[in-house]
């Protein structure tokens, strides 16, 4: 089963503008960790913003926050004000089972943003 | 310097070769891990390691073979290269303690197979 889901393959917003990003996840893992991730055409992964499963305040980071509704099990991006910059593929990530056996992070199959002047 | 590096950064070679990919990490992180990326997808676990005891099998690791020789060293083998694992190949570490599950990435290796 798809552990994370990212339901947009490809995205475009007019600079300036802001744009949510869908995430999905599934764990029974009570404590869990999401993150995203950016990769332009360059191909590095550039990481961008972090949740954890207990915290109370959604993510932010300058242009970027974390939408986490716990129990829909989402964890949307918002990047407000979108520069051309901001065009590449965006991965949604989840680790589970951090400190035992099965710790290990899956990936969402990704975005592609567009951004348009 | 760069904290996690992999060598090659490119490389071509032909059905039926044996290839290695190395990763070392001066994080000082317990935990490494091997993806690789298909065009215009996302990343896909091959394996995963705790410390130089311990490896465990990812997603899609048929194929794929490892070997951690140190906290700071995980190298990747295609004991037998065949062209669909022509891909982008990451290393990534991450740590068990500290509050944020961030893995850090190198920079990838852009693996062809002839």
């Known amino acids: 089963a798809q552990k994370i889901t990212q339901t947009q393959p490809g995205m475009f917003v007019q600079e300036k503008e802001a744009v949510t990003l869908d995430c999905t996840y599934d764990?029974?893992?009570?404590?869990?960790?999401l993150f995203w991730y950016k990769q332009p055409s360059s191909g590095e992964m550039i990481f961008l913003i972090y949740?954890?499963?207990?915290?109370?305040q959604n993510a932010t980071e300058g242009r970027y926050s974390l939408n986490f509704q716990k129990a829909r099990k989402s964890a949307n991006l918002v990047i407000s004000a979108s520069q051309l910059g901001d065009s590449a593929m965006y991965f949604c990530a989840m680790r589970e089972g951090r400190g035992t056996s099965y710790d290990k992070v899956i990936f969402g199959p990704g975005t592609s943003l567009s951004v348009i002047p | 310097d760069a904290d996690v590096t992999q060598t090659p950064r490119n490389r071509i070679t032909k059905t039926g070769k044996r290839i290695m990919l190395e990763c070392s990490q001066t994080?000082?992180?317990?935990?490494m891990y091997w993806y690789r990326q298909d065009p215009g997808l996302g990343l896909q676990l091959i394996y995963y390691?705790?410390?130089?005891?311990?490896?465990n099998k990812g997603e899609i690791s048929d194929g794929y073979s490892v070997s951690r020789q140190a906290q700071a060293k995980f190298s990747l083998s295609l004991e037998s290269a065949i062209p669909n694992q022509t891909a982008l190949y990451f290393c990534a570490t991450s740590a068990t303690s500290g509050k944020v599950d961030e893995q850090f990435f190198g920079p990838g290796t852009r693996l062809t197979v002839l």
């Open positions: 390691s705790f410390d130089v005891k311990d490896i």
């Open positions: 994080k000082g992180h317990d935990r």
């Open positions: 949740q954890g499963s207990y915290d109370q």
């Open positions: 764990t029974s893992d009570p404590s869990y960790g």
